[in-house]
């Protein structure tokens, strides 16, 4: 992949409305691997026993696992990469569970082409149910000039 390639939508390719989504299967493998990264080792996320006393019965994967998927998104696919995250609001509506897939959407609510930025709904979803939701507001890329 060239250089030129590697850019996502131009601030003035983007249109209210737009959207993109990622989904993924949440596995043991996944939350274990986020807790070493993240150094969050909550029980919850990883004992067993643990989770069974609280009041979902069974381990759940880190809020944040399901919160960088909206990340995804925006790096990968709207507005994609060259896009910078200026803030993000999470609302944490249900668990993900082990065996879940979780599919996390945003799309284009308000654009401000002088500042460059965009603001999106985010959600993330196992099924029909809402797991996530809440706003995020990202810096997209201006097409640099002709050479």
Known sequence: ????????HYIDDLK????AVFGKTVSEADITA???????TNPIHLH??????TRFGE?????????????TVIGTKLPGPGSLYISQTLN?????KIG???????????IDPQRRRVRLHTECRCGDTVVIDGEAVVMAPRRPAAA
Do not use: N, Q
Request: hydrophobic share 45%; net charge negative; no cysteine.
């Open 34 to 40: 986020f807790a070493g990264v993240s150094g969050d």
């Open 48 to 53: 067993d026993g643990f989770a069974k006393t």
């Open 92 to 96: 944490f509506r249900a668990p993900v």
């Open 59 to 71: 381990r759940i994967a880190h809020g944040m696992l399901g919160g960088s998927f909206i990340s």
């Open 1 to 8: 992949m060239s250089f030129s390639e590697m850019h996502g």
């Open 16 to 19: 209210v409305g737009m959207s």
């Open 100 to 110: 879940d897939t979780v599919t996390a959407r945003v799309e284009i609510v308000e």
